[in-house]
C-alpha cells in the first residue's frame, strides 16, 4: 500500500513558521505531506521552503486557475488520508464552524468528508473568548479532532493556553488518526480507474555509480527522469511500484516504493530481493563496465591507476531477471539507448536479452545540451515486441510514462484468462 498522506493546510498565525518542521516530522512518521497555504499564512512562512521539504508543489489560493484546472479544491483534499489544520487560526476555527468558504483552505476543509484535526494557536485571551470556545464546540460535534494547544510563553510576550502543539505531537498523533481510520474508507466515493490493482512491479531507473576510489566513479548521462515517471505512471494505475534507482537528483515518485543503490550490482542484488512480482520495466542505464578493483584511499594523481584503469564487465540484471524459471516476470521490459539504428539494435536486444518489450530511444540527439533525451523532459520513443513496432511521436517523459503504464495494464487484461 502506497505511503499515507496528510493535507497540511496552515493557518496565517506566527506558528506557521513551523510549518516546514512539521513536514518533516510527519515524514519521519512515514507521512507523506503536501501543503496548502492561505493568504495570511504565506507573511510567515515560504511556498518555497515547504516544497522544498514535502517534495511537492504547494497550493496558494483558490483564484490561481492553473491550479484549479490540475486539481480543483475537491480532488485535493480526495488524495489525502487526514486533514491537519496548523496552526488553526481563531478566524480559520470560525470559518469551518460556521461552514464559510471563501478561499482554497475554507473551500477544501467543506467540501471533503476526510477526518480533521486542527492544531490551535492563537493568543490566550483569544482561546478563552466564548465565541472561539462556541467555535470549538461546534467543531469537536461535528467529528473533527483537537490537539492542544500548549500552555507556554507565546509570542506576544502573554503566558497562557495558546501555543501550537509540538510538530512531534502532531506528527504523533496524526499517525495513530490515520492507523485508526480504516484507509478502504477513505477511498474517494467514485471508483478509480486502477486496472493494475494488485500488481507487483518492479522498476529501475538512474545510472549506476561504479567506484574507482572513494572521489571518483564512472557514471552516465542518465537523469532517471523517465523511469521515475514510469513509477509514478503504473502507481496512478494502482500498481504496487517498487522503484530501484540508482543516484539521481529526483525526489521519490508519489505512491512508490523507493530503494537507492549506487552500483550494478547493489541494483542486481535489490532486484533479485524485490522479486516475485508480474512485471519488470527496467529503465536504468546501468554501467556495463567497472573498475576490477576500486581503490580504498584516493589515487594521487601522480600515482599510476587513473592512466591504467582495468575494467571487469558487470552483471546484466534485465538478462537475469528475464531468464526462463520459476520467477521470471510475466511481463520484462528494457529499455534500449542507442545512437543509430535504433531499431535493428533493439530488435536484436529483444532476443538476445529474452524480454517481451523493448523500449528504443534514439539518444544521438546532443545529450549534453537541454532538450537532449538523457536528461531532457522529452522522449521519442519506439515499442518493439516480438509482434512488432508501435512508433510514438515525440512527447514529454510523464506522457510516454503514462501511454506505457496503459500499454502494461492492456497485456494484463489480455493475459488474465492464461493466469
Ligand atoms: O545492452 P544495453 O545496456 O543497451 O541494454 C539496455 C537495457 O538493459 C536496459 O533496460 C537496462 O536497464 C538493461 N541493463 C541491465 N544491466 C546491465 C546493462 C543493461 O539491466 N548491466
Known sequence: MSEPRVL??????IAAYKAPELVRQLKAQGIASRCLLTA???????????ASVSGDKVYENLFDLTDEAEMGHIQLSR????????PATADMIGKMAQ?????????TLLATDKPVMIAPAMNVRMWEHPATQRNLDTLRADGVTLIGPDEGDMACGEFGL???SDPVEIAAAAKQLIAKAPRADLKPAVAPDTPLTGRKILVTAGPTHEPIDPVRYIAN????KQGYAVAEALAALGADVHLISGPTALNDPRGVTTTRVETARDMLAACQQALPVDAAIMAAAVADWRPEQAQDSKIKKTEAGLQDIKLTENPDILASLAQADSNRPALVVGFAAETHTVEAHANDKLARKNCDWIVANDVSLNSSVEGGVMGGDENQ???ISKSGTQSWDKMPKTEVAAKLAHQVAGFFTDHKESQ
Do not use: K, W, Y
Open 40 to 50: 495570511a499564512a504565506e507573511q510567515f512562512v515560504s511556498p518555497l521552503s515547504l
Open 8 to 13: 497540511l493546510i496552515i493557518g496565517g498565525g
Open 381 to 383: 520513443i519506439h515499442l
Open 162 to 164: 495558546g501555543r501550537m
Open 79 to 86: 488524495d489525502a488520508d487526514l486533514i491537519v489544520v496548523a
Open 221 to 224: 548521462r542518465s537523469s532517471g
Open 99 to 107: 461552514g464559510l468558504a471563501n478561499d482554497l483552505a475554507s473551500t
